[in-house]
């Protein structure tokens, strides 16, 4: 038997084809008589079009324009709700909306035209806040702006406010985010109706795609082609928008006649243009008894959504969920919605929704703390959550967890009591205007679709053996930098003991792969990867089945026994199909029972620095503690924790995103700032393993939980170095000055 | 002013002589007159660092850069950092260590740091953090692409140490459009 590969840090897969500049990206592709296309947007936030003007001088009769006139199929986006057009016909409703298209050889022209496209829009009144929204300034979408809204109950909250010693309220706010990604989003099309259509692109879920440009074009499924490039990042920014670009540049390709059509967005369209982080308010109301026992919670969370509902609905459930978080409380009421604005939707991004209803809860729970006069971890320490116990939409937790051990190695690996000591004596000692403080959050975040999700999805994958005991898997869960590939080979390569260097991952193509779902909602390894080993043993029993494999087996025996196979049968393949392990049991109506088969634990701690003349904050040190089942790949785990832990501290500190009259004005990475190499601090990572009985090897995911804490945790170190009560994010140096009474 | 000038200059070691139109800038006609689109693009505004190549040894912007600047000049690319087959000890340790993920800022950091540690064989991790600050990367918070750096200067300073191995001779799994044509591959390098 080979050394197990799982636990093991292998190289990534496809890592020295990266090093060498040999991946290739979309922009690195080219076809023969390509075209290149460009978007031309509304800039109007809400108003009905009157007419489109072509203007300037410009050889128009070259061009290739497209408007919604020449769909061939549904103008519509297909997702959630059927209510956002690939291209407005009558009415806008946020500044970025796609009116016209336009394709051309000479990029250069093309940016030219692009600026002599003229719309007449008769301007109607629009939305931008969340309050305004809610307060129905105007009616911008269905009846009353709401385009979801859920509740969950539990106990009866109603009745704990009189008997509770303090009840203690605050309101808290997150601001939009940008993904980010590095690369920026683009897609090639080629679509005629002799051909069909084929593109090729930057993309998380080639099936999403793949589901929207049937009905965009009217054709069935085989006749639509979706392949995922190389991709540069995604972190949920690539999740439901590569659709729009994706019809796009098929709609241009289509009217040029099946010409190839390339649009790649700038980093500015990028910026402005696509989905972003959802901005939330959050309001709670907390029953606490005076020993610091949590009596009742009511939360009531509202997120803005944008103009159309994309994906708010999801961000909105998983949000919600979370939002009372990994806590014993019998009584415990959510009340949630997402309302539209005139901004461009909100979308998927790392954590989709939880970040915001977290952020808001642990930094209730820290200030509730204080006003108790407790210590921060003590109160939470009085409330974890422990096997048997339910969450807050009734689950009842039975992964083996052990949420004050995972506190106790945070607070030790922090060196919290020593620390907290020395911090309060150098900011009580008055000789430095720079003050220091240590925070702490505790969380959870659930792996996989909530609820019945999963099982509607049904994912498949399956598994090829070839020549030489080679085996591919074929599933369309997306490599975007998280390790995808390289997982997928441990994890068959030690369900087959074969080497690592035999397994291959085909490249997600919807002619070839089956729909194993959206590169999503940290469920690659947990869900698509135990699918990926049951294939993969799938092939094992066949060729057991057929007498050509014994129970034991060496490399060459297994190689042998697969030409023999092929040999006879031409082919060998296996699938897997996903089904609901027993204990995940959910009702959509009342919004009670398993959110989730397994969610990721962890405590994480802050300690910040914030200067009293400037008011920036600086994370000096960063502690990461986390139960993800079994670690798979030590490295890359690590690495997702580290990378989610620097997106966090820029959602927390700097990534500010400035929208006047539903633009983002700063559109740049120069004046909207992610953190680069000297801005951050060291993060420490560590890993309790308690492994998940349906995850593969015992896995459970790791991708989103990273994101959900640290902007807690370095707030409420804010609080401890200043004494400063900040509730909302990013805390700009202007956010905490005006906290602190200072502006 | 004529629209097309005929550039000279070096690229990974060869000779390259092009037309290029004039005001496209060095990273374009890396890309598409060359065909080297190992080195990317984030921004095209000097903002990002993705466009990072290395004239003359120094790392620069080459979306800052007009083509037409850099006449005579020698140009080293992602593509060139790999000798008579061989990978350069940062393109290992940036495989196996997680320094690349989604693998799209890579060439960038690969480029500086070469120049860094062509220079300064020693760099402190501060060091190392500073020489790479113009580079964005969104994946991975940094730390293992300073693991990495110092890794490969480990290599480079341990006894008898070769330049690194041959590359793989395919790399299973890696992506390419199946029925596209090729999409223009890296430069050979010298």
């Not at chain 2, 690194?164 to 223009?184: D, Q, V």
């Amino acid at each position: 038997m080979p050394a197990p590969l799982i636990g093991a840090s292998v190289g990534r897969k496809e890592g020295q084809e990266k090093t060498r500049g040999a991946a290739c990206y979309v922009d690195d592709m080219t076809l023969p008589g390509m075209l290149h296309g460009v978007t031309v947007r509304s800039r109007v936030p809400r108003g009905r079009i009157r007419g489109i003007r072509y203007e300037g001088d410009i050889p128009w009769n070259e061009f290739t324009i497209v408007t919604a006139r020449d769909i061939p199929g549904k103008n519509v986006v297909t997702l959630l709700t059927e209510d956002q057009p690939f291209l407005a016909d009558q009415f806008v409703n946020h500044p970025e909306e796609a009116i016209v298209l336009l394709a051309h050889t000479d990029r250069f022209l093309l940016e030219e035209a692009r600026r002599h496209v003229a719309f007449d829009i008769d301007p109607l009144p629009p939305v931008f806040s969340i309050e305004d929204s809610l307060a129905r300034k105007a009616v911008v979408w269905g009846e009353d702006n709401v385009m979801k809204s859920f509740l969950v109950e539990k106990g009866k909250v109603d009745d704990v406010w009189a008997r509770a010693d303090l009840v203690f309220e605050g309101e808290y706010e997150t601001g939009a985010q940008e993904q980010l990604y590095i690369e920026p989003q683009g897609m090639i099309a080629q679509a005629s109706p002799a051909d069909g259509v084929t593109v090729w692109g930057s993309l998380q879920c080639p099936y999403y795609v793949h589901k929207a440009l049937m009905p965009l074009f009217g054709l069935p499924p085989d006749r639509v082609r979706v392949v995922q490039m190389t991709t540069g990042g995604g972190f949920g920014g690539k999740e439901e928008y590569p659709s729009m670009i994706g019809g796009h540049a098929a709609l241009l390709s289509w009217k040029a006649g099946g010409r190839p059509v390339k649009i790649i967005y700038d980093r500015a369209e990028d910026m402005v243009a696509t989905t972003k982080r959802h901005p939330s308010r959050t309001r709670h109301k907390t029953a606490l008894s005076r020993d610091g026992r949590l009596l009742g919670m009511e939360i009531d969370f509202v997120v803005d959504a944008g103009a159309y509902v994309t994906l708010s609905p999801v961000v909105l459930s998983r949000g919600t969920i979370h939002a009372a978080g990994p806590y014993r409380c019998d009584h415990v009421r959510i009340r949630s919605r997402a309302v539209a604005t005139n901004a461009p939707p909100h979308g998927a991004f790392r954590g989709f929704g939880a970040p915001q209803s977290i952020f808001a809860l642990e930094r209730h729970l820290d200030r509730a703390a204080r006003a108790l006069g407790l210590s921060p971890e003590e109160l939470r320490r009085r409330n974890l959550l422990r096997q048997g116990e339910t969450t807050a939409t009734q689950q009842e937790v039975l992964e083996k967890i052990n949420l004050p051990s995972l506190l106790d190695l945070a607070l030790e690996k922090s060196e919290w009591r020593r620390r907290k000591e020395e911090f309060a004596a150098h900011n009580r000692s008055g000789a430095d205007a720079v003050k220091k403080g240590l925070g702490l959050a505790v969380f959870f975040h659930g792996s996989g679709f909530t609820g019945s999700g999963e099982s509607y999805l049904a994912s498949v994958v399956g598994a090829e053996a070839g020549r030489g005991g080679r085996v591919t898997v074929l599933a369309a869960s997306t490599e975007i930098g998280q390790g995808t590939n390289t997982i997928f080979s441990q994890i068959v390569a030690d369900a087959l003991a074969i080497p690592y260097d035999w397994v291959e991952v085909a490249q997600p193509d919807t002619s070839r792969v089956p729909n194993s779902g959206p590169t999503v909602a940290s469920r690659t390894a947990m869900i698509v990867g135990k699918l990926v080993e049951t294939a993969a043993l799938g092939l094992r029993d066949k060729l057991r089945a057929g007498g050509f494999l014994g129970v034991t087996y060496d490399d060459r025996a297994w190689a042998e026994a697969c030409d023999r196979y092929l040999d006879l049968h031409g082919t060998l393949q296996a699938q897997a199909k996903y089904e609901l392990p027993p204990h995940v049991k959910w009702d959509d109506k009342t919004y009670t029972g398993a959110a989730y088969g397994a969610f990721g634990w962890a405590v994480y701690v802050a300690a910040v620095s914030v200067d009293t003349v400037t008011y920036e904050t600086r994370v000096d040190d960063f502690v990461a503690v986390q139960d993800i089942g079994r670690v798979l790949h030590p490295v890359f785990a690590a690495g997702q924790v580290e990378g989610g832990v620097a997106q966090a501290i820029g959602f927390a500190l700097y990534e500010n995103v400035i929208l006047a009259n539903g633009r983002m004005v700063n559109g740049k990475m120069t004046n909207y700032v992610m953190p680069t190499s000297v801005d951050l601090p060291p993060i420490r990572v560590f890993f309790q393993e308690v492994p998940y009985e349906y995850g593969p090897a015992g896995a459970k995911g790791v991708g989103e939980l990273p994101m959900d804490g640290p902007a807690p945790a370095i707030l409420n170190a804010i609080e401890d170095a200043l004494g400063v009560s900040v509730r909302k994010i990013p805390a700009l140096p202007e956010v905490v000055m005006e906290a602190a009474g200072c502006l | 002013m004529p629209d097309k000038l005929l550039m000279r200059f070096r690229v990974n070691g060869e000779p390259q002589e092009v037309a290029v139109r004039v005001e496209k800038t060095l990273l374009e006609v890396l890309r598409e007159d060359l065909g080297l689109t190992g080195t990317k693009h984030g921004c095209e505004l000097g903002e990002c660092g993705m466009c990072a190549v290395a004239i003359g040894g120094r790392p620069i912007l080459s979306c800052l850069a007009l083509a037409v600047e850099c006449q005579d000049q020698e140009i080293t690319t992602v593509e060139g950092l790999a000798k008579d087959g061989r990978l350069d000890p940062l393109q290992e340790t940036f495989a196996a260590l997680g320094a690349a993920q989604c693998g799209y800022c890579t060439p960038a950091f690969l480029v500086t740091a070469r120049a860094l540690l062509d220079r300064d064989p020693h760099p402190s991790r501060k060091t190392i953090a500073k020489a790479l600050s113009g580079a964005l990367c969104r994946c991975t918070g940094y730390l293992k692409i300073f693991e990495a750096v110092e890794e490969a200067m480990l290599k480079a300073t341990a006894p008898g140490a070769a330049h690194a191995s041959p590359p793989p001779a395919s790399t299973p799994g890696a992506p390419a459009p199946s029925t596209a044509p090729s999409p223009a591959p890296g430069g050979s390098p010298a």
